[in-house]
């Protein structure tokens, strides 16, 4: 159909969310290192305007408050038009890796997320 199929949109909103981390300075990398994992909880994504095959899209991201023990990212993906294609929220936990049981958010990513938010 000479669309972008609607599965996309939600490996969009991933690659969004690791370049996220790495901007702000603490990597999902690190956070493994660190003994945490970011399963994702939940995500909701609707659907605006199709993106057509071809297209350069950017995705935003905006969290409105630092995490405690999820991690709320408002996402949406825009053409190279300026045209809201999708928009969603994902949510993740923090996981204890060898525990498996759920932790706040790490205090260093914390306070880079908080640093962002004064930032606006």
Known sequence: ???VHHSNYIR???VARIEFMKDIGFPIEECERQGIELPIVSVEC???FSAVVGDVVTVNVML???PGAKMVMKQQVLNQKGQICAEGTV???FINKKKG???RCPEIFANLIEKRL???
């Open 46 to 48: 609707k659907y605006k």
């Open 118 to 120: 004064n930032d606006r």
């Open 12 to 14: 969009y909103f991933e």
């Open 1 to 3: 159909m000479g669309i």
């Open 64 to 66: 409105d408050k630092t």
């Open 91 to 93: 949510v993740s936990g």
């Open 101 to 103: 049981n759920v932790v």
